[in-house]
């Protein structure tokens, strides 16, 4: 869906993890961010996020339009700090005390969807909500490493 052939291409350029990230097609399927490989997504190693998980997706819906309102709407980057706010309020997961920070974890370590938008949502974006096996998910990315 949201991966192409420019992928690859781009992908190639530069980065000489490209042989080794060979599953950068499953990983941005369905996020429509398959043409930023280019950009190292996909293609590192670590990454620094924050999330919000909510066993309802009535309730992960909540907390998607506090954020849009008070920036995503805007086109606007949410602060952490005000993404802590409201993983503070909405987060079940016992993350949400600290904010829903994870801090840095590597590639293998998160299960199945939630790596996949993990690593390929770019550095200071919030993702939109996603279904896993724990529950309804939604990501802010604060960073990326090799």
Known sequence: MGKDSKSKE?????????AA????????????????????LGTCTYVKARHILCEKQ????????????????????VPPAEFAKIAA??????SGKKGGDLGWF???????????????????VTSAPFKSTHG?????????KN
Not at 59 to 73: C, F, H, R, V
Not at 89 to 94: N, Q, W
Not at 107 to 117: D, I, L, T
């Open 136 to 144: 309804y998910h939604i990501i802010l990315s604060e960073g990326r």
């Open 21 to 40: 990230g060979g599953s950068d097609d499953n990983t941005a399927k369905g996020k429509g961010k398959g043409g930023k490989a280019a950009d190292g």
């Open 89 to 94: 309020e909405y987060s079940e997961c016992p």
């Open 106 to 124: 590597p590639r293998g370590k998160m299960a199945g969807p939630f790596q996949e938008v993990a690593f390929n949502t770019p550095v200071g």
């Open 58 to 77: 009535g309730k992960i819906n909540e907390a998607y339009k506090k954020l849009q309102d008070g920036w995503l709407s805007n086109g606007d980057k």
């Open 10 to 18: 781009s992908g190639g350029k530069g980065k000489g993890k490209q």
